[in-house]
């Protein structure tokens, strides 16, 4: 008896442990979930802890409740101007009605795929109208928020929140770039030629005037020059002859002394003179006066002077 009361303890034991596993489970804090009877819909839990279910007969769908992110493969679009782009985008949303989502969807995996065909289209659609500038431009986050707003109102179809759409990268095609950037090269060259020529241009001109101001102003400094030269000349002369003018023999004796200096000069040059020359006559006295000649007696010739023989000047030491 007592082992047979055991034995049926044991099975009703692991009979209520099966049936409390069946029947019991748990949501946490991320999650949300969906019991369901025969793949039909009976409740929706979205709050955390342990809940209860029929065992065996319903069964429970968990769905994250956080944020989650979508990067979609790179779409080649074509701008207004006829630009082909390649854009990268990624999107992140969140499950905010997950009895719908079950309903359409069923599955994250399927909920990207066509999370994904509706971001492509949205894409397409909204900068077909806009132009590669304007995507380049401070207008890019009113582009970002109009795919935004497109992708959300068709993923609420699906019970999904998209919450932000973002383009990260915005670039031309290979085969198109390298030709563009070879057309924005010659372009800028272009307007470097042009910006040289202009400077050169305004160069020459601020060369030219400062060319003519400094004519202008040698000029007017040599004018002033001369006539302050000249004023001053004309002073030393006066002067000159104010001082002069004192004492005519000091001036005529000053005067033979500048011309000794000057002739009279160590050097190559020989001069032959006559000694009784009027230019040696403050040779003879310190006056410059001459003796008078001796007058000959009456029918007697006069007896001329011996001439002077001519002496060179002592050779430069």
Known sequence: MNRKFLVGLGVAVVAAVILATSSLFIVNQAEQAIVLQFGDPKRVIQDPGLKVKLPFVQNVVYYDKRLLDFAPPSEEVIASDQKRLVIDAYARYRIVDPLRFYQSIGSEALAQTRLGATISGSLRRVIGNVTLAQILSDERSRIMEEIRLDVNKAAANFG???????????????????????RMQSEREREAREFRAQGAELAQRIRSRAERERTVIIAEAQRQAQILRGEGEGESVRIYAEAFGRDPSFFAFYRSMQAY??????????MVLSPDSDFFRYFANREGVRAPAATPAPGRAPVAAPAATPVAPPAAQ
């Open 160 to 182: 999904l929140d998209v919450v932000d759409v973002r383009l990260r990268r915005a670039d031309l095609p290979e085969e198109n770039s390298q030709a563009i950037f070879a």
């Open 261 to 270: 200096r000057e002739a009279i000069n160590p050097g190559d040059t020989t």
